[in-house]
């Protein structure tokens, strides 16, 4: 398994501002998730981050508005830019070992 | 692309009965993974058990077990002996199996279930 932690765990933000989101990993993954669960939804994936490359979104979700870093093998951030109430979600990363994938405990994103 | 499907979005039994919760699947993958999450109110997200698509034994896991049907894409949650602790949000997820690891999970709509005293 892997203990992961996430900065900050909730924050309440104005509209047309960014928000980094922190992730943590206690040991070296090669591939980091981030997932978005919008208020009383299943989770959706937002991007794959490798370390060293860019990273690989899936549709509907674009790098300008959730540019996502990777700098080493125990560390990434995503960002939410220009945020509208709409982006009000809880905000999910997580790894994956060969069999199983484990999750942080989420940040919780308001957006007024 | 896979779809996961979880079709009760809510149930409730009481304290020491049993529950299954239902979910398929669909996908043109043959090697694969499926998972059950617990997501308490606190929102962490908790592996409950995992079922490899090439085995045929189902996966238990203490109280949790797993029916799973590879050709009628199934994989139902039986929960034994439920306990109050056991209420949540029941999330079915699927993941491809790669070499690369690259592959995210594709998650149900979840089913939220309570344990009634």
């Known amino acids: 398994s892997a203990v992961i932690s996430q900065k900050p765990s909730r924050d309440i933000c104005q509209r047309g501002t960014s928000l980094t989101i922190q992730c943590q990993v206690d040991?070296?993954?090669?591939?980091m998730f981030w997932y978005r669960q919008q208020p009383g939804q299943s989770l959706t994936l937002i991007a794959t981050?490798?370390?060293?490359?860019?990273?690989?979104?899936e549709s509907g979700f674009v790098i300008d508005k959730f540019p996502i870093s990777r700098p080493n093998l125990t560390f990434s951030t995503l960002t939410v830019s220009n945020m509208s109430p709409e982006d009000s979600s809880i905000y999910l990363c997580?790894?994956?070992?060969?069999?199983?994938?484990?999750f942080g405990p989420g940040t919780r994103l308001t957006v007024t | 692309a896979q779809t996961v499907t979880q079709s009760q979005p809510e149930m409730s039994v009481q304290e020491a009965e049993t529950v299954t919760l239902s979910c398929t699947y669909d996908?043109?993958?043959?090697?694969?993974?499926l998972f059950w999450y617990k997501q308490p109110p606190s929102r962490q997200m908790i592996l409950v058990i995992r079922?490899?698509?090439?085995?045929?034994q189902n996966a238990t896991e203490n109280r949790f077990s797993v029916n799973f049907q590879k050709a009628a894409k199934s994989f139902s949650l039986k929960i034994s002996d439920s306990q109050l602790g056991d209420t949540a949000m029941y999330f079915c997820?699927?993941?491809?199996?790669?070499?690369?690891?690259?592959?995210?999970?594709?998650f149900g709509k979840g089913t939220h279930l309570i344990i009634q005293p």
């Open positions: 997580s790894v994956r070992t060969e069999y199983e994938q484990y």
């Open positions: 040991s070296q993954v090669t591939m």
């Open positions: 981050a490798n370390q060293g490359s860019e990273a690989t979104y």
């Open positions: 996908t043109s993958e043959n090697n694969y993974y």
């Open positions: 079922q490899e698509a090439y085995k045929q």
């Open positions: 997820a699927f993941m491809p199996f790669s070499g690369g690891g690259a592959d995210g999970l594709t």
